[in-house]
């Protein structure tokens, strides 16, 4: 539908004497950080740069063609800045080669097909030396990937995946999966491929949690048997030991924190970030992934919880900037009003004065005037809040908190917490829901009176 979209204004922008039309991301980038919600805000973004063009066209022309030329030298930058080869080396060494590849023989020829081709053919030459084929049986698995649908019962299918699963056969498994009826309990077997790369497990990655948020069931089995150069989930599947890395002194430090109190500590990359999507904040900042976990509970009420250092982008293409900070995600179990807690700076009571939008609490000022509060549930939020809470919240450090009704996310700065940060963020979420299962109890016992 995109490209049926393209083609047609492209038409339309040829008999208008314009310029081809292409989709790229930074109109999709920008409205997203600006709250869009549906795909009408691309027609009014259109729109507005239209009249733009049609109302100020002539102040357009006075713009110096040096800092258009320096825009352009920048935006290059950014595009191609050592963020770009970061993110394709962690999907593994494989990618930084066919990345390197197709950017220099494209420079080099000044043709981006050919260079387009040459990636595509870098990439077939590095799986057929991996997987250690003869060319010819690499070229059967390329074609022919043997993908064998057995079905255990009406509910449940078994795939069964032999060979090579690549970009250049992810259609042959989509159009398998497309004929497997909806709703069900389906598995997909990985036990006998010999190879699965970054395009095959992004998009079955994507077709499963789609296929699960519709109401059905879809597993990956096998995958866990092969290694790969990265953590990355989806990096280059193929057998080939992983590397042991020496742990820093913070890393021993956490590791020593966790086991003397019983939790659980991993070092490793975790790019399992669903549980991170659940809060508003991450809204507009795609997480990267996690690492150095501290996962346990406490023990006094059975809260579980967990602390990492999230990594995650804030921005779009040239105002891109990567954060990496110390956060924790605690599970109640038990409900509590939604709601978005900070530290109130002299700006946020400027926009107060023009929206109205903090909760305050007239019978409790250093409260107040320390902390903004947000909430789509203000009402229930003023009750919950007990002195005895307001008055915990005015005489600790102030966190960033937010708050799902079932779940928190808690942290203070955007950036990496020390041992004694992580030791003190861990006191004070332990004080916390002691409080908050306190009024959780005592409003139990208010409605069975």
């Given at each position: 539908r995109d490209i049926l979209n393209s083609g047609f204004s492209t038409m339309l922008s040829a008999f208008c004497g314009g310029l081809p039309v292409i989709t790229v991301i930074a109109r999709t980038s920008v409205n997203i950080n600006h709250g869009a919600k549906t795909t009408w805000s691309n027609f009014f973004h259109g729109l507005f740069c239209l009249l733009a063009i049609g109302l100020f066209g002539k102040w357009f022309e006075n713009i110096p063609l040096a800092a258009l030329s320096a825009i352009l030298l920048f935006t290059g930058y950014k595009l191609a800045s050592p963020k770009v080869f970061r993110d394709s080396y962690l999907l593994g060494i494989e990618q930084i080669i066919i990345l390197l590849t197709t950017i220099l023989v494209t420079l080099g020829t000044g043709s981006i097909p050919f260079g387009i081709l040459m990636g595509i053919a870098i990439t077939l030459i590095i799986h057929l030396v991996r997987t250690g084929m003869s060319w010819q049986t690499f070229l059967k698995y390329l074609l022919w990937p043997k993908l064998k649908v057995v079905k255990d019962d009406k509910t449940r299918y078994l795939i069964r995946v032999k060979g090579i699963a690549n970009f250049f056969n992810v259609f042959r498994l989509r159009r398998t999966l497309n004929r497997i009826p909806k709703n069900v309990q389906l598995v997909m077997d990985f036990s006998n491929a010999r190879l699965v790369d970054y395009t095959a497990l992004e998009f079955l990655h994507d077709y499963q949690f789609h296929y699960n948020k519709a109401g059905g069931n879809f597993e990956i089995l096998g995958i866990d048997a092969h290694e790969s150069s990265s953590s990355h989930p989806y990096s280059l599947h193929i057998h080939k030991p992983e590397r042991l890395k020496r742990l820093t002194k913070r890393q021993m430090h956490l590791e020593f924190l966790a086991h003397k109190n019983g939790w659980h500590f991993n070092h490793q990359m975790n790019w399992e970030i669903d549980r991170c999507k659940e809060f508003h904040f991450f809204d507009t900042r795609p997480v990267e992934y996690k690492k150095n976990t501290i996962s346990g509970k406490f023990d006094q009420i059975e809260i579980c919880f967990e602390i990492s250092d999230i990594t995650f982008d804030e921005g779009a293409l040239l105002a891109t900037e990567v954060y990496r900070s110390t956060m924790q995600i605690i599970d109640l179990p038990f409900n509590i009003p939604s709601f978005i807690?900070?530290?109130?700076?002299?700006?946020?009571?400027?926009?107060?004065?023009?929206?109205?939008?903090?909760?305050?609490?007239?019978?409790?000022?250093?409260?107040?005037?320390?902390?903004?509060?947000?909430?789509?549930?203000?009402?229930?939020?003023?009750?919950?809040?007990?002195?005895?809470?307001?008055?915990?919240?005015?005489?600790?450090?102030?966190?960033?908190?937010?708050?799902?009704?079932?779940?928190?996310l808690l942290f203070q700065n955007f950036r990496l917490a020390s041992v004694e940060m992580v030791k003190g963020m861990i006191e004070f979420s332990r004080e916390l829901t002691t409080i908050l299962y306190k009024i959780k109890k005592q409003r139990a016992q208010l409605s069975n009176c």
């Open positions: 807690m900070e530290r109130e700076h002299m700006m946020d009571r400027i926009l107060e004065l023009a929206s109205g939008g903090d909760i305050d609490f007239s019978d409790h000022k250093k409260f107040s005037k320390k902390v903004l509060l947000h909430s789509n549930e203000a009402d229930e939020v003023r009750e919950f809040f007990t002195k005895e809470l307001l008055d915990f919240f005015a005489s600790h450090t102030i966190y960033h908190i937010e708050s799902t009704g079932s779940s928190l």
